[in-house]
Nanobody
Framework: QVQLVESGGGLVQPGGSLRLSCVAS????????LGWFRQAPGKEREKVAC????????YYSDSVKGRLTISRDNAKNTLYLQMNSLKPEDTAVYFC????????????WGQGTQVTVSS
């Protein structure tokens, strides 16, 4: 029953923008911190951004800080990642995940959505 489904990926030119969504079903999103992770070929999966469920804490990796913005709409059980000023090095499969807290380990994962930044 628990499911996370990412969408919104695609091909975008450097400097462009993209908005990723992650829709949760089978559980109440309010219970969890929510994170975006990405993995590019030959690279380790990295935590890109995270948003807490209660205290307003947000985390961004240094590589995306100032360009990507994480947000959530608990009423819609949806997590978002607004991606601006995209760079080729942002190319990766992006995954959403639930966490107990932003410094913890993920509980559940989505299937991923491909983001390709290229001319």
């Amino acid at each position: 029953q628990v499911q996370l489904v990412e969408s919104g990926g695609g091909l975008v030119q450097p400097g462009g923008s993209l908005r990723l969504s992650c829709v949760a079903s089978g559980f109440t999103l309010d219970y969890y911190a929510l994170g975006w992770f990405r993995q590019a070929p030959g690279k380790e999966r990295e935590k890109v951004a995270c948003i807490s469920k209660t205290d307003g804490f947000t985390y961004y990796s240094d590589s995306v800080k100032g360009r990507l913005t994480i947000s959530r709409d608990n009423a819609k059980n949806t997590l978002y990642l607004q991606m601006n000023s995209l760079k080729p090095e942002d190319t990766a499969v992006y995954f959403c995940a639930t966490l107990g807290h932003c410094t913890g380990d993920p509980y559940s994962w989505g299937q991923g959505t491909q983001v390709t930044v290229s001319s």
